[in-house]
């Protein structure tokens, strides 16, 4: 079993910027990828960010040149840097770890970006 700690939600004004962390603990063995989603109210969850255990990442077109995904040296970490954030940036931002065959995610942080 993998739990997932997700830190770093909060409010913000536009063109502001936030950083998620995500620590992944428990019976770890092989972890394939890490990634960030994203749910706003009312639509589906989207993928934001997401990076592989050999460093190849991929963004949401809407994110690109905004948003920066990164793994911490223990690479059971996973952040999520954001600049330039807009209002529709807002949402409830979930980590996901993908581990020997199964996707874990995390509780969901809300990120709020308001003047």
């Known amino acids: 079993q993998v739990q997932l700690a997700e830190s770093g939600g909060g409010l913000v004004q536009p063109g502001g910027s936030l950083r998620l962390s995500c620590a992944a603990s428990?019976?770890?063995?092989?972890?394939?990828?890490m990634g960030w989603y994203r749910q706003a109210q009312g639509k589906q969850r989207e993928l934001v960010a997401r990076?592989?255990?050999?460093?190849?990442?991929n963004y949401a077109d809407s994110v690109k040149g905004r948003f920066t995904i990164s793994r911490g040296n223990a690479k059971n970490t996973v952040y999520l840097q954001m600049n330039s954030l807009k209002p529709e940036d807002t949402a409830v931002y979930y980590c996901?770890?993908?581990?020997?065959?199964?996707?874990?995610w995390g509780q969901g942080t809300q990120v709020t970006v308001s003047s």
């Open positions: 990076i592989t255990s050999g460093g190849s990442t």
């Open positions: 996901m770890v993908a581990h020997w065959g199964n996707d874990y």
């Open positions: 428990g019976s770890i063995i092989s972890i394939s990828a």
